[in-house]
């Protein structure tokens, strides 16, 4: 019993350990099973000749060889790249989409087309296979990803696009109307020339059977042409009549790879005019011949056995230059090249079997060996029971002379813009390049081998070339260029560049893109031409019109100053008299003296102010003279130096040979005083540097040009030139006005620079100015020089000569008359007054001898003082006429000498003047 039951245990034991061994052996088995499971996938993975990789969630990636080939790293180069590296940049949104998608669970696997970049840097189309790979929790271990390139294939869809393109641009252009049938004779395709023929448009076409369109019915008629091919697999025509219309229809039939019928190419010609002249041919010879006659094209009627000429039309004779009757002993062989024959008789040939209709731009060959090309389009046609080949001749010599031409003018548009200085570029916006040529390089005044080949990318560019200032608007235009939707976009911009020797140049850029497919910007080019001289023209144009507009200005301010200065020399006479007046008839120790000569001096004093009007407005008469300007500076000068703070130093240049000038001598005090004290101004408070300087200049044509008025020739220059305070921009174009002014209240009228603009205008000069604020100022006076003697002024007496004539006085302001009248018989004159040049015509006309002079007033209503001297000198020529005026701009003292008046007087009137001048009249007389 022991013994059994020990059995029984080692028997359990036994049993046992064979459990165990044989789970053992399960395990062991297992592992191994992994093992060569592995081996399977990796030997799998790594030998495939498609493209596999595995991408852990960090993105790093393990490729396999013909993933790696495929984009040109090794697989241990591979292992250095996240998914993002290789990846083109537009992709990576779309990529990690998916990669977000399969994350959330959304799918569990993604197909789609992704771009990778190539090693060289090309792109690599692929079609891409994704899964997620996850553990026993679900938890996210790697993407497995299938590769497949098919950069071919889409370049061959691109290539298919453009054949494609290619093939209904020749469709559209086909003079016969053409459709595309399907199997069950339905129109899925319609060229352009449908739509004329049938009056429909392609959009209606398409989708109807042929027989609706062509016939008008819902069924085919019994002999259509479309039916016959589905059945004979083989080329079926027909002529048929719809309403007034003929046409030939020829429908070819279109098999697939087996032989089957799937469809077929109907072509439709409008046959109407040649089947009316067959009509006619029929009914009338005469009829025939008329319209075989009067065709503008050349037709030959040809035996298609013999290929022998019966019969010519008078245009076919003009163009080969044989007579009908020689034509007719011709064959095809001789009105053609022998180089080209065997080429001519095969289109001949297709020409009778009708598998063309016309044959182009075949060489033709004249009776005199000239030769021409012609379009050639033939038709059977029955005459006298006998089928013959009727074929027409359109001369195309002037279309090949037209594309003969284009080149040409292709070929000389290139040299035009080598000679117009137009400048090639281009710019690829995936590589950031720009390609230039030769021309564009001279447009910036350097040449490929300075700058070291004809590319460069966008920022060398526009850095080496564009003027800083400018480069906001060269980049707004690329930009606004590149990401415009228009393919016909064009932009034109104007900018400056900076030029090989460092200045500044322009230029206009006429700017365009090229577009893919999808509409994207993939490069621009344009145009670049040297606009510097157009531009400096235009700025100088400006300057012109700004110096016209400023002396019309000046013109205009004259003439308002005229009518002023007018009205104050009348009020100024009678006070200038009056004073006069009652200081000769005061005692030297009269209370009153003092204060009557302060107002004369007033007086006096409004009267320079009016000559000073008078001079701008250019009224008052001058009294030009030839003078030595440097003796006049010196003078002045020495003036100056008196009356302008010592702070100030004075310097004086002569570096003139010849300094004389035709001018007044009180006009050119002015012009120096003026702009002398105005520069001592600027420099009063810190003092300074004033300098004058004499120097001659000739100024051309050229610099002449740039200034109004301003003649080329020889110039005496002045300039005054200070260290003082500056003048602004917005100062210095208001300066030359007429009371503008910077000083204080009671320091300056404003007047004193526009009188000097005005004199030195006058003279045929000009005035220019030069500052900047906080660096002094220098004002240059062109002269008119003069190489004459220097002529000298005589003194001027200041005793009150005496008379006793008697004078009729006219003047419309009666106070001027009564202190005349009052004035004149104090020194002896006997004296008649009018207000009126009407009375005053009526009083001389009633005792013209009572008179020995008449004074009178220019400016009167009803009878000027001018016409009033004519009238009085009509009456009696020997009298003798003195003309007053405080200004007038339709006589002057040549004018009134002209007429016969005798003297010419200013106002406003000082007594010994007036005095001289009558005694002068006068004496002269004697």
């Not at 080149?407 to 548009?413: D, G, M, N, P």
Request: hydrophobic share 35%; net charge negative; glycine share 6%.
């Amino acid at each position: 019993m022991v013994h059994s039951s020990q059995q029984k245990i080692l028997e359990e034991r036994i049993r046992e350990l064979e459990n165990k061994i044989k789970d053992m052996e399960e395990a062991n088995n297992a592992q191994k099973a992994l093992r060569e499971s592995e081996d399977d996938f990796k030997y799998v993975f790594e030998n495939s000749i498609i493209g596999k990789s595995i991408t852990d969630n960090s993105g790093k990636m393990h490729a396999n060889k013909a993933f790696s080939d495929m984009l040109g790293y090794t697989q241990d180069e591979f292992v250095r790249f996240t998914w993002r590296d290789i990846t083109l940049p537009d992709d990576i949104e779309t990529s990690q989409k998916v990669i977000d998608s399969l994350r959330s669970g959304e799918k569990d696997s993604w197909r789609y087309t992704k771009r990778y970049i190539h090693k060289n840097g090309s792109i690599v189309w692929t079609d891409i296979s994704t899964v997620l790979r996850r553990d026993e929790q679900g938890k996210p271990l790697y993407f497995m990803t299938t590769v497949s390139d098919i950069t071919e294939q889409k370049q061959m869809e691109k290539e298919i696009i453009r054949v494609s393109n290619e093939w209904q641009t020749t469709f559209d252009s086909t003079r016969s109307a053409i459709w595309v049938l399907d199997k069950n004779q339905k129109v899925i395709r319609s060229n352009r020339t449908s739509e004329q023929v049938f009056q429909q448009p392609n959009d209606q076409i398409v989708g109807k059977y042929c027989w609706e369109i062509v016939h008008g019915t819902k069924q085919p008629i019994p002999e259509c042409p479309t039916l016959r091919v589905r059945n004979s697999l083989k080329r079926e025509e027909m002529e048929l009549q719809v309403g007034d219309k003929w046409f030939h229809e020829t429908v070819d039939p279109i098999l697939d790879s087996k032989g089957v019928y799937s469809g077929a190419v109907h072509i439709v010609m409008d046959v109407t005019n040649l089947k009316h002249a067959e009509n006619e041919l029929k009914e009338s010879e005469e009829k025939f011949r008329a319209i075989f006659e009067s065709t503008s094209d050349g037709i030959l009627l040809a035996d298609p056995d013999s290929k022998q000429f019966i019969m010519a039309n008078k245009k076919i004779c003009e163009v080969l230059g044989y007579t009908k009757d020689e034509i007719t002993g011709l064959t095809v062989k001789d009105i053609h090249p022998d180089e080209s024959i065997e080429y001519v008789l095969k289109e001949f040939g297709r020409l009778i079997k009708k598998e063309i209709t016309v044959t182009e731009e075949i060489p033709v060959k004249r009776k005199d060996g000239h030769i021409f090309y012609a379009d050639v389009s033939a038709s059977p046609i029955m005459v006298n029971e006998k089928k013959y080949l009727l074929g027409s001749f359109r001369d195309t010599t002037k279309q090949r002379q037209s594309r003969e031409a284009l080149k040409k003018a292709q070929s000389q548009l290139s040299h035009a813009m080598e000679m117009a200085h137009l400048g090639h570029w281009e710019y690829d916006v995936a590589t950031d390049t720009f390609t230039f040529n030769d021309q564009f390089y001279k447009i910036f005044g350097t040449t490929v081998e300075a700058v070291g080949g004809y590319e460069m990318r966008s920022e060398e560019y526009i850095n080496r070339f564009i003027y800083p200032d400018d480069i906001p608007i060269v980049r707004e235009v690329t930009q606004k260029t590149i990401k415009a939707d228009d393919p016909d976009y064009k932009e034109l911009a104007e900018h400056r560049i900076i030029y090989s020797d460092g200045s500044i140049r322009h230029i206009s850029a006429l700017i365009y893109a090229i577009k893919d497919a999808s509409g994207k910007t993939i490069k621009t080019y344009g145009v670049n031409q040297d606009i510097t001289d157009r531009v400096r023209a235009e700025e100088k144009r400006k300057d012109i019109e700004a110096q016209l507009r400023q002396a019309h200005k000046m013109e205009g301010i004259g003439t308002l100053a005229g009518g002023i200065a007018h009205d104050f020399n009348n009020i100024l006479t009678p006070i200038l008299l009056h004073s006069e007046m009652i200081m000769m008839s005061l005692d030297s120790n009269a209370p009153l003296l003092n204060d009557i000569k302060e107002i004369y001096k007033s007086a006096e004093r409004a009267r320079d102010l009016v000559k000073q009007i008078l001079t701008f407005s250019r009224k008052r008469p001058e009294e030009k003279i030839v003078l030595k300007a440097s003796l006049l500076l010196k003078e002045i000068i020495n003036f100056l130096r008196a009356t302008i703070p010592a702070i100030i130093e004075i310097r004086f240049d002569n570096r003139a040979e010849h300094d004389m000038v035709l001018a007044d001598p009180t006009q050119l005090n002015q012009i120096v005083l003026n702009l002398c004290t105005n520069a001592a101004y600027a420099m009063k408070d810190n003092g300074g540097l004033l300098e004058i300087s004499l120097e001659n200049e000739h100024v051309p044509e050229e610099k002449a040009n740039r200034f109004i008025g301003l003649k080329p020739g020889y110039y005496l220059k002045l300039s005054v030139k200070d260290t003082g305070t500056g003048i602004s921009p917005q100062v210095k174009e208001k300066i030359f006005e007429p009371y503008f002014t910077t000083k204080a209240v009671g320091e300056g009228t404003g007047f004193g620079l526009a009188i000097v603009h005005s004199i030195v205008q006058s003279y045929g000069g000009q005035i220019i100015v030069d500052s900047e604020v906080g660096a002094g100022s220098t004002f240059t006076v062109y002269l008119p020089a003069k190489k004459i003697e220097i002529a000298t002024v005589k003194p001027i007496t200041t005793e009150i000569p005496r008379g006793d004539e008697s004078i009729l006085i006219v003047d419309d302001e009666k106070p001027i008359v009564n202190i005349m009248k009052k004035y004149l018989e104090t020194i002896g004159y006997k004296v008649t007054t009018r207000t009126s040049s009407s009375e005053a015509l009526e009083t001389f006309r009633d005792t013209p001898d009572a008179f020995d002079l008449v004074i009178t007033d220019m400016t009167m209503p009803v009878i000027t003082g001018e016409s009033l001297a004519k009238v009085l000198l009509d009456i009696k020529p020997e009298l003798p006429v003195i003309l007053c005026t405080g200004f007038s701009n339709k006589i002057d003292e040549k004018k009134a000498k002209e007429i016969g008046i005798s003297a010419f007087i200013m106002k406003p009137i000082v007594m010994g003047d007036l005095a001289r001048t009558i005694r002068k009249v006068m004496d002269n007389l004697k």
